[in-house]
C-alpha cells in the first residue's frame, strides 16, 4: 500500500511538472473581423466573399517565456488582409486567397523580447502570417471582461477593438450561433459585439473602420 502511494505521488509529481512545462505562456486573446461570427446562417451566407475580409487578432502575455525569453504583460497583434472571407464554420474554410499581414509589437519590449513577440505570433497565427508585408512597434494595450463581454485593444492610432457582451436584441433572426471558429486556437472564446473595428496603418493599402457587428471572439490562450 505505501508502494502505491508512493507511485500516486511521483506520477502526480511527474503530471504537475509535464503541464507546466507545456503552458510555456498563458494571457489574454481578442480578435475581431468585419463581418458577423456569431450571426444566422442565412446572414452569414450573405457576407460571404463580401465581408469578413479584414481582421484584427491581439495577445496580451500575462506571465511566461518564448523562445527562452521573459514576455510578462506584454502584447503583440496581427492584422489581416485577405482577398476572400476570412472563416472557419467548424466543417467548412473559406477560401482566403492571398492573404497579407501586418504584426504589431509593443514598444515596450526589449530587442530580444521584440524578436519573441514575432516569433510567438507567427506561431499562433501561421496561415495569416505567411506574407508579413510590415512590422511595427506601437503602444499596445488589452483588457478583457469575461464576465461582461466588456473588451478593449489599442495599438495605438494604428489598430482598435471595443467591444460589449450580446445582449437580446442583438439576437435579429432568432436562430445565431456561433458561426466561425477564432482565427487561433485559443481557449475559453466567447463571441461579443463589435462597438469599433479599426486599422488605420498604411502598409495593406486598405484602412478600415467597422462598428456595431457581432464580430468579436474574447478568449485566453495557453501554450
Not at 476572400?84 to 497579407?100: A, E, N, Q, S, W
Not at 478583457?144 to 495599438?155: C, E, I, V, Y
Not at 466561425?180 to 463589435?194: D, G, R
Request: glycine share 8%; charged share 25%.
Amino acid at each position: 500500500m505505501k508502494q502505491m502511494t508512493t507511485l500516486v505521488a511521483v506520477a502526480a509529481v511527474v503530471c504537475s511538472a509535464t503541464i507546466a512545462q507545456a503552458s510555456k505562456i498563458t494571457g489574454e486573446y481578442l480578435e475581431a473581423r468585419t463581418c458577423d461570427v456569431y450571426t444566422g446562417p442565412c446572414f452569414a451566407n450573405a457576407e460571404m466573399e463580401l465581408a469578413g475580409k479584414e481582421a484584427l487578432m491581439a495577445w496580451k502575455v500575462d506571465k511566461g517565456t518564448w523562445k527562452g525569453v521573459k514576455l510578462d504583460g506584454l502584447g503583440v497583434a496581427v492584422v489581416v488582409n485577405a482577398q476572400g472571407t476570412i472563416g472557419y464554420d467548424g466543417v467548412f474554410p473559406m477560401k482566403l486567397g492571398k492573404v497579407t499581414s501586418v504584426i504589431l509589437v509593443d514598444e515596450r519590449a526589449s530587442k530580444e523580447q521584440h524578436s519573441a513577440l514575432v516569433a510567438f505570433a507567427k506561431d499562433s497565427s501561421k496561415e495569416f502570417t505567411k506574407n508579413v508585408v510590415k512590422i511595427a512597434k506601437a503602444p499596445i494595450s488589452l483588457k478583457n471582461d469575461h464576465l461582461s463581454g466588456n473588451a478593449t485593444f489599442k495599438a495605438g492610432k494604428i489598430a482598435e477593438i471595443k467591444t460589449r457582451g450580446l445582449r437580446k436584441g442583438d439576437c435579429i433572426c432568432t436562430n445565431e450561433i456561433v458561426y466561425y471558429q477564432p482565427m487561433t486556437k485559443v481557449k475559453n472564446f466567447s463571441p461579443a459585439y463589435s462597438l469599433k473595428v479599426s486599422y488605420q496603418g498604411d502598409a495593406l493599402n486598405n484602412k478600415w473602420t467597422n462598428r456595431h457587428m457581432r464580430s468579436a471572439f474574447l478568449a485566453t490562450f495557453r501554450k
